[in-house]
């Protein structure tokens, strides 16, 4: 126990000490907290709308159970979904498991003291969606003194079963299928099966939104015993937690307890049995050890432009590593999928809206104007969802001395990036525009317009981005997911971007004539790129100099 | 021709790690950059290669003050970090080539030269596969390629041996001479004695950013008679 505490408290202080470096804190820095509290205020506060307006319905019905046991599965599923890639990272590819595992430990202590480290994570998700849920519950229920402490408890050891479930998976998987303890492939397979998941559960919230109130509700209330069975299923100690809490029996919270410990008990037994066993010879990558063919020795050893050449490389680093891919490029694919699909399931069914799409005239001017705004609102849409040049220098970390020996001007390296960043734009908005294109009936010469000006949009948000970065990347992080998705940078483009994409539509209205709005429209983002190019020109000596 | 001239480099306002550096290495010379840890040897080679603007003074390779024109003088030199994992994720080959394409290193030469320091790091086998797969000792011997793939007039290599297994060693140890003998420059920091012992034309010992001692070991030693050379450097880094 004792060498349990102390391996939990080291690595706990770890991992804050990368959160507090001990330097003197930026403004950037001290604001972050504040900005991740604002941002999160909207979403919070529909939770709470949405549990309230719930509640309402479920009061009179002596249902209002239902909605903490939708919190409790909600929270598990969430943690289980995050485990699967949260676990891998901690249990076997963190940086401190090759030190451990030479020290004079038992597995088990290893293992438990990072389940307990990542339980505090895991807490985050709690809070999100536990606070405002919990609050429309306390505000329309009121409950007894006794909730309060019995919600305590359950919420303290809600992630600990799904933490324990997918820490299960992830080592019989890492015994069974010993090229699964390759970082890369992990983070790959983990990463698509992901993307499916997401694309999956947008699908099916969309076409639950079609379904109205009421028989939602009503579904809801059928569905009860099953949803409590679903739970039970997956996690068996949800029935008797939510139990506890709404019929306030302490017999039920020991119950749901009890079970948690069970599960403590099997997850120290296995990993004792499995997790050395695993976690020795687990790998960044795959390798092969083969000599290069002539052929392909020759076609890998032509010549090329600089900066061409540099472009490639940020592409293929950006391709090859799993976090930068699933982040940076998959945003490609995502999107389009995701906005199609809502498209082709909300308007699928619905023949006034077909026959609403099919009497618009795309040849009449002022639809033109539209159509050219959709396109330079998609050019920065894409653009800045990508976060490809926004992040391109603090991808480099502690690497970011490269771009200083070379030679090669910092201009020239910034234009590689920006690039690299543009093709993936330019995908993203080709893979957006053209199915919207012939899902919609454009004709080709007003897709064609709006392509030039998603284009001129896409470049001026991507020069912003590297304009961004360069004055202040972050450069200090353990594990490539810190720079992509924990950098506030992304803010500075994201927010813009979305704003100017929206002001756009209402700015057509200013304009006596929408020619004259595609004129400026154009005029205004040729004028800004030029801008920005030279701006980001003029800035990087300086900023090089400072990093 | 490596000439720095009264650089210095003060952190944060506070902590000088170079004072007045002043130092002039000729061509055909192997210089050891010798000092404890904190002494003023990563941030001097830093200086020299860009990484880092010093405060003050004035820094030339090859008579090309790297502040002023820092393109030209970034040609003159190859650079090795005591940090090896960079581009973990491109193949061996493609950082080859990359490194090749940014030096603007004609066909025929890079493919020679690959094959030449492949074979004499024994790394033909580990070519096709990514860095991240590769050794400490072989991250070092793929980042040493990169800079032996442009042939630069002078090499700065911070920490070189560390890592590397004794044939390696052996053969970087070689490839320095060979470099030397050919005219060029070489200047390697390091913390082990008898490598500079064996291999430095001159030493440069450093310590709290200021040069304590510059010349050949052999004068160093004819001046603390009856000393090993590592009672020698403590005494000389002692009186700093």
Redesign the interface.
Known sequence: MRSFWALFVVTLKNTLSLVDSGKKKSIWTRLLPAFLVVAFIPTLFSFYMMAEEALKLLIPLQQSGVILGLMLTAMSLMIFFLAIFLIPAVFYFSKDVEVLLALPLKAHTIVSAKLAVSMIYEYVSVLLIGLPILAAYVVNVQPEPLFYVITLVVLIFAPLIPLILAGLIVMVVMALFPKARNR?LFNYLSGFVALAFAIGINLSVNSVVQIDAQSMITMLIQGNDSLTGIFGYMIPSIPFAINAMVHLKLVDLAISLAIALGFIVIFLVVSDVVYFMTAVGV??????????KAK??TK???????LL??TF?EL??MI??PIYLLNNISTVVLMPVILLGSILTGVGSDDEAITAIKSIPWNDPNVLAYVLAAGAAIGLFMSSLNLITVTAISREG??V??M??????YFKQIQAKVFSGLIISFLGIIFMLIPFGIILGIPPLSLFLAFIASLLSGILINYIGIIVDMIHPKLVWEQEAAAVKQNLNAAFTMLPAMGLGVALFFTIGLFPQPMWFAFTLYLVLFVLDVGAIYLAKKTCKKAF?QI | MIEITAVSKTYSGKVKAVNNLTLTIQPGEIIGFIGPNGAGKTTTIKMMTGILKPDTGVIKLNGIDIQAQPLEAKRQFGYVSDNPDLFLRLKGIEYLNFMADIYEVPVSERRERIERYASMFEMTTALSDKILSYSHGMRQKIILMGVLIHDPSIWILDEPLTGLDPQSAYSLKETMKLQADLGKIVLFSTHVLEVAEKLCTKVAIINKGQILYYGTLEELKKNHAGKSLEDIFLEVTSHA
């Open positions: 890369d790998n960044e990558t795959g390798a092969s050890r083969k000599k290069l392909a020795y890998m050893t032509l010549r090329s432009n600089p050449t540099y490389k293929k680093l090859r590593t502690t690497n001395y490269f200083k020996f070379i030679p090669m001007s100099d």
